[in-house]
């Protein structure tokens, strides 16, 4: 029964929210979100980068060589940072929906025993 309580006022409503989804569901939509917080970020931070650069060198002209370069190595970058974060969030939001199924599976086993205990008690009530 403590067990019970405690799950439901720590963690019952990130878990029933996150195994109200399949696996398959819950992951791909945590990782469009994560994939579009990422891309966001990374072109805050390239803008920065490219606006302090101009701002320290304003005589800064690039040839056009050079400018391909650098937009291939800035996509270049984006790319690599994305792989990882994809790789990275698909195992740990997996991991989080397999570890909430366990979770809310021992509390419906947890349930179901106070359920009949509760069932058992209120028949031995009614006999005697």
């Known amino acids: 029964m403590t067990k019970a309580a405690v799950f439901e006022k720590r963690e019952a409503h990130r878990a029933l929210k996150i195994v109200n989804y399949r696996r398959k569901d819950y992951v791909l939509s945590r990782m469009l979100l994560m ?3 990422v891309s ?3 072109a805050i931070l390239v803008g920065t980068v490219i606006f ?3 701002m320290a060198n304003e005589s800064l002209v690039l040839s056009i060589a050079e400018m391909v370069f650098v937009i291939i190595g800035i ?3 984006y790319v690599v940072v994305l792989l990882f974060y994809y790789v990275v969030s698909h195992k740990f ?3 989080r929906h397999v570890k909430a199924r366990k979770d809310v599976k021992k509390y419906l086993v947890v349930l179901k025993a106070l359920d009949s205990f509760r069932e058992e008690d209120g028949k031995a009530k009614e006999e005697s």
């Open 93 to 95: 939001y997996g991991e």
């Open 40 to 42: 966001i970020a990374y």
């Open 52 to 54: 302090l650069v101009f």
């Open 35 to 37: 994939l579009l917080s």
């Open 75 to 77: 996509i270049a970058g």
